[in-house]
């Protein structure tokens, strides 16, 4: 059932402006943003390196289990889910900014990173009971590709404020709050009390067919995160986990092996003498880099999912290892956090169009699955390179999370994941926003 905008002209715009700016805040701002403003946050509440990573841990598994809610949520909730996407971002950010110790700034990062997980499947589920079939997966792109600009908006705020990481925290959370509740009013859903239908038996079809039809038209059948509002389908046997078996494996480590310059990114530059302006330049570095994946993800499609992912995980490696090494030259660290960007964001399409390739009326469950796996890696993997940095320093932990990336790249697929599914993956990389 599909609802128009019938009371003003351009409310089809600012809806999908005010869906991007809630994936923008959910993501970039507030989840993501929490290794920018790490070193003052160390130096201000005496935070070590391995409490940090034990806290940016917790605030993965919330991420997992706001994702899993907005699974079984979006659906028939997706305005609850909205407002509690807001609700514990925007909570979040309030709560790290009013800290006046460690304790009660790890309960609000993780209590804020569970927004990010909320807001995707609800915003997936909004705008494809709204939009028009044939811009269905254009405005999904638009919505979805909210994390770069996301990560380049706390870059600006980051250079503006700090060393003040309590008034940008603040600011975040204004800006989370007024994202949401633009969704909620410009959503069309609220003359209707926010009910959604459930998918009818053909809608569910219709669906599955999308995802065979490639780049036959418009459509995107596949959800761009997990738990993207559609009904988990039937018979995930055995067999079906068994062909996922490399995928989930490789998935694993790039979500262990990226914790390292998600988290320490930054704070190795400001050790290496860094000032505020390449620090936080190098976080802008990443925003761009991942929204370059939208130009480059036809190229990376046509190469299949399995040459997709050796390029990109390659790069997530190159990224963390140049990084760690050379952290004295703005031109290598500005190089190395755009390439590092680029690949991990390149390399999640590159997953979910591995498991187009094996089973693609599956392929939303797939989906579900390969990111909580991911996102389960950076939360095993923060806290390891977290433990490394005190008794080795920077260097070294980010050189072993450099490894642990390369490792996922080497990681067999299996026949059914390395071939087919390029036409999807070639739609699906660029509609993708990195977990």
Not at 38 to 53: S, W
């Amino acid at each position: 059932m599909k609802r128009t905008f019938s009371f003003w002209p351009g409310r089809t715009t600012a809806l999908l402006a005010s869906a991007t700016s809630l994936v923008a805040a959910t993501y970039g701002l507030v989840r993501l943003a929490f290794g920018l403003f790490l070193p003052d946050v160390q130096r201000d509440l005496d935070l070590d390196a391995a409490t940090a990573g034990v806290v940016s841990s917790g605030a993965s598994l919330a991420y997992v289990a706001g994702a899993v809610a907005g699974f079984f949520l979006a659906a028939g909730r997706p305005r609850t889910l909205v407002v509690a996407a807001g609700l514990t971002a925007a909570g979040g950010a309030a709560g790290m900014a009013s800290s006046a110790s460690v304790a009660v700034f790890a309960v609000a990062a993780v209590v804020g990173s569970t927004g990010a997980g909320l807001a995707s499947p609800a915003l997936v589920s909004i705008v494809r009971r709204t939009v028009a079939e044939p811009a269905v997966a254009r405005s999904q792109a638009i919505v979805n590709a909210g994390t770069g600009p996301g990560l380049v908006g706390a870059g600006v705020l980051a250079l503006v404020l700090l060393p003040d990481w309590r008034l940008a925290w603040a600011v975040v959370a204004v800006v989370t709050i007024a994202a949401a509740t633009a969704v909620l009013v410009l959503d069309p859903g609220a003359s209707a009390g926010g009910a959604v239908p459930s998918p009818a038996p053909a809608a569910v079809a219709e669906r599955a067919a999308d995802v065979q039809a490639g780049a036959r038209g418009d459509r995107a059948g596949v959800p761009a995160v997990p738990g993207a509002g559609a009904a988990p389908p039937a018979g995930a046997s055995r067999s079906w986990l068994g062909r996922h078996a490399g995928l989930v494996i490789a998935a694993f480590l790039l979500g262990a092996g990226s914790a390292g310059v998600w988290n320490y990114g930054r704070a190795l530059l400001v050790d290496a003498g860094a000032g505020d302006t390449v620090s936080v330049g190098a976080w802008i570095a990443l925003g761009l880099g991942g929204a370059a994946v939208i130009a480059t993800a036809p190229l990376l499609g046509r190469r299949g999912p399995r040459t997709a992912w050796l390029l990109t995980t390659t790069g997530v490696a190159l990224g963390t290892g140049v990084l760690a090494t050379a952290p004295g030259s703005t031109v290598a660290a500005l190089a190395a956090c755009a390439l590092f960007g680029w690949g991990y964001t390149a390399a999640t399409g590159a997953l979910i169009a591995g498991t187009t390739a094996i089973d693609p009326e599956r392929a939303p469950s797939g989906t579900s699955l390969l990111f909580v796996v991911l996102v389960l890696g950076q939360a095993a993997g923060v806290v390891v390179v977290g433990a490394i940095v005190g008794p080795a320093g920077y260097l070294a932990a980010l050189v072993v999370a450099a490894g642990v990336a390369l490792a996922g790249a080497a990681v067999p697929w299996g026949r059914a994941a390395q071939g087919g599914g390029r036409a999807a993956g070639r739609r699906l990389a660029a509609c993708t926003p990195a977990p």
